[in-house]
């Protein structure tokens, strides 16, 4: 069984920064795809970023230039560096890891449950 930890959410004020993390725990040969999902209150969850198991990175619109994802494979960790924080950015922030291999069998998609984010002054 997979399951991921993530950390980092919390108040932070308008232009801060805050550092969310997202491990992955269990008998893990690979995961293809990692990334962050955010929902905010009455909307559905969006895309935040994703990363490849080789570093391709894919980014929402609403957070280029100002969020940057990045990887450790070997403790399939991922790491959301997030500068420049607006209050449109609060959200519950979901980790989420696609392709998870245990040996030569692929597992099903896994979601942490979620770490709030809070930008306001």
């Known amino acids: 069984q997979v399951q991921l930890v993530e950390s980092g959410g919390g108040l932070v004020q308008p232009g801060g920064s805050l550092r969310l993390s997202c491990g992955a725990s269990?008998?893990?040969?690979?995961?293809?795809?990692m990334g962050w999902y955010r929902q905010a209150p009455g909307k559905q969850r969006e895309l935040v970023a994703t990363?490849?198991?080789?570093?391709?990175?894919n980014y929402a619109d609403s957070v280029k230039g100002r969020f940057t994802l990045s990887r450790e494979n070997a403790k399939n960790t991922v790491f959301l560096q997030m500068n420049s924080l607006k209050p449109e950015d609060t959200a519950v922030y979901y980790c989420?890891?696609?392709?998870?291999?245990?040996?030569?069998?692929?597992?099903?998609?896994?979601w942490g449950e979620g770490t709030l984010v809070t930008v306001s002054s």
């Open positions: 990363i490849t198991s080789s570093g391709t990175t």
């Open positions: 989420k890891a696609e392709g998870v291999w245990i040996g030569f069998s692929r597992k099903p998609d896994t």
């Open positions: 269990g008998s893990i040969f690979r995961i293809d795809v």
